[in-house]
């Protein structure tokens, strides 16, 4: 990491909340924050990072020169809530670690996430299941797969099981927090409303699109989730600062919110004119080397999933058929492939 990137950062809200942002490199060369809010009852956290290789004592050294640096009188035993902002890796892995390293709190997440920390082993194999299926379905050639669901285990491995003490609904209201439920990246994706500045962690960023994944895999994930949620939090005023989960802070949420909207509906647009340019129907698996032609490895399973995504909202809305029912017909999990109607 950079001098800058590893510095901790300071902002404070309109409700005067102290706000200090704690970056943890969560996967190799991979940037992701933690939150440490004072001011809004009880010292509280707001994601814990990976867990991997060094994110946990950079979270904990960051907690550390909160006092050091900026004349807190803090320590990190001092956290009493934890609030996961959603149930990926990069933002909650590094709970149990950082548990052992705090002491007691009380840890917090939406419903829709709660079984992915509960019940990790649970999710995981279930989670794998339904990636199986909806890749065969995509048309993965079968030698493909073994790689591509071993690499999707691989990343979760690290991570344990971990009781949930409260949950956050959508319009929760938490000691001056408001809460909004933003599903589509993750099911259980909420931002936090902190008087003027906004904790957005993955729905909203400053420079790229979320991924997003079908909902056929996990429920409340995909496209319409996500388009619906950005138009919710475009209806909220007052926001003077977005803090994201990864990236750079963001000080005009509509405009950014309006240029995520655009670059979904350009996604969605590119899927209509492969198909509309293709003389045959088209897998998914194909659609997305048409889209992502240069995406390997991990990268090439984060595609899959993201074309897919664009896939199905666009066949849920009648907007593509199956061209292939009789291979339906006869086989399981046959690949299905999609015209424009
Ligand atoms: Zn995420
Ligand atoms: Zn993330």
């Given at each position: 990491m950079t001098q800058t990137q590893s510095a901790v950062q300071h902002f404070e809200s309109s409700s005067g909340v102290r706000i200090y942002r704690i970056p943890m490199e969560v996967f190799p060369g991979f940037?992701?924050?933690?939150?440490?809010?004072l001011g809004a009852g009880v010292?509280?956290?707001?994601d814990v990072g990976s867990g991997y290789q060094a994110s946990t004592e950079q979270l904990l050294d960051g907690l550390a020169s909160i006092s050091s640096e900026h004349g807190e009188a803090f320590t990190p035993s001092d956290i009493d809530r934890v609030i996961i902002s959603h149930g990926h890796v990069d933002h909650f892995g590094g709970l149990g670690n950082v548990m052992?390293?705090?002491?007691?709190?009380?840890?917090?997440?939406?419903?829709?996430?709660?079984?992915?920390?509960?019940?990790y082993e649970e999710?995981?194999?279930?989670?794998t299941k339904n990636l199986t299926i909806y890749l065969q379905q995509a048309g993965v050639p079968q030698?493909?797969?073994?790689?591509?669901?071993?690499?999707?285990?691989?990343?979760?491995m690290h991570v344990r099981s971990m009781p949930i003490d409260f949950t956050l609904e959508d319009g929760d209201e938490l000691d001056g927090m408001r809460i909004y439920h933003v599903p589509g990246h993750c099911s259980g994706q909420i931002a936090i409303q902190i008087g003027d500045v906004l904790l957005s962690a993955d729905h909203i960023l400053s420079r790229t699109a979320p991924h997003l994944a079908p909902e056929s895999i996990t429920h409340y994930t995909g496209v319409g989730h996500y388009l619906e949620a950005l138009d919710k939090m475009q209806q909220v005023d007052g926001i003077r600062l977005v803090l994201g989960g990864h990236e750079d802070p963001i000080t005009d949420m509509h405009k950014r919110i309006g240029e995520l909207i655009e670059?979904?509906?350009?996604?969605?647009?590119?899927v209509v004119e492969i198909l509309q340019n293709?003389?045959?129907?088209?897998?998914?698996?194909?659609?997305?080397?048409?889209?992502?032609?240069?995406?390997?490895?991990?990268?090439?399973?984060?595609?899959?999933?993201?074309?897919?995504?664009f896939v199905e909202y666009l066949y849920d809305r009648g907007y593509l058929c199956i061209a292939n029912l009789d291979d339906v017909k006869q086989s399981d999990n046959s690949a299905l492939y999609y015209s424009l109607i």
């Open positions: 940037i992701g924050y933690a939150y440490l809010l010292p509280t956290l707001v052992d390293a705090i002491g007691s709190a009380a840890i917090g997440i939406h419903p829709l996430d709660r079984r992915i920390l509960t019940n999710r995981v194999l279930i989670a030698e493909t797969l073994p790689d591509l669901l071993q690499m999707y285990g691989f990343s979760k670059r979904i509906h350009q996604k969605k647009q590119r293709s003389e045959a129907s088209l897998s998914i698996f194909q659609i997305t080397q048409l889209m992502y032609p240069e995406k390997y490895g991990f990268n090439h399973l984060l595609a899959l999933q993201q074309a897919g995504a």
